[in-house]
């Protein structure tokens, strides 16, 4: 692909990542395995409450092809079809849940130096289109987004934002929800391997005069070990603690508290993933 911008989405991904990814409040148990032909399986069970739910899933990769399939015990099976390169500079994806068939959808990614499109469109009677374009350098970029419903004719949403990266950094600012919330991050890492890092993130939703502001970071206390943190302010506080039992195999264990409201108990989390 291109060395151009990354795509819309990938504006203030970092940051969320930091924030967000690997923290659970559930018990979650994955294993993964390959076979001699390439294909790649992967089983995970999920206990959250009193329900249970579990599923499997088949990835195969072929080429410029990639075949992903899972199955859930809901008897739902979810395919997704990526297809790179079909014309330059692009990347085709195509995805469908049976027995939604309403849920159809195909993603066209277009991959430019200076730029970067996608346009999503759903594979039912009624579609929706979602566009999005991004202009710039890996440095800068300046990205939009908008969804389209067809039957009523108007916008479902839109939003903008800015990226800004060097190479121990990054920042990102969102103006989204039809212009009511606005959210600026920042991230700084603290070695050059970017497993250390520190975040903050502040948002507010204009229609209610809401404001979130959060801080975490991550801190990897050698390459098997990894621990992450954050806290706003609003009292919630979480932690996690990522460790490699064997290559490829994770154990996670995260928290989450409410400290404006100690006298509930916290809510933990665990999540094993096993791979060969």
Do not use: W
């Amino acid at each position: 692909m291109s060395k151009g911008p990354g795509l819309f989405a990938d504006i203030g991904k970092k940051a969320k990542d930091l924030l967000t990814k690997d923290y659970t409040s559930d018990q979650k148990f994955t294993v993964s395995s390959y076979t001699g032909a390439g294909v790649a399986f992967t089983s995970t069970a999920l206990k959250k409450g009193g329900l249970s739910t579990g599923d499997i899933a088949a990835l195969y990769k072929y080429k410029n092809s990639q075949f992903d399939v899972k199955v859930d015990t809901d008897s739902n099976i979810s395919t997704t079809i990526t297809f790179t390169e079909i014309l330059p500079s692009t990347k085709t994806i195509a995805s469908f849940k049976v027995p939604d068939y309403n849920s159809g959808k195909l993603e066209v990614q277009y991959f430019h130096d200076h730029a970067t499109f996608t346009t999503t469109v759903g594979l039912n009677q009624t579609p929706g289109v979602d566009v999005t374009a991004t202009i710039g350098t890996p440095a800068i970029a300046f990205g939009a987004e908008a969804g389209y419903d067809t039957t009523s004719g108007k916008f479902t949403k839109y939003t903008a934002g800015i990226s800004v990266t060097k190479p121990d950094s990054c920042a990102s600012i969102l103006l989204g929800d039809k212009g009511d919330s606005i959210k600026a991050s920042y991230v700084h890492y603290l070695d050059q391997q970017k497993k250390s890092a520190a975040v903050g993130e502040i948002s507010r939703r204009f229609s209610t005069n809401e404001n979130t502001f959060t801080v975490g970071g991550a801190y990897a206390v050698d390459h098997l070990t990894l621990i992450k943190a954050k806290l706003n302010n609003h009292g919630r506080l979480g932690a996690l603690l990522q460790h490699e039992v064997v290559p490829k195999s994770l154990l996670t264990i995260s928290s989450e508290l409410d400290t404006k409201a100690l006298e509930k108990s916290p809510r933990f989390g665990l999540a094993l993933a096993l791979k060969p």
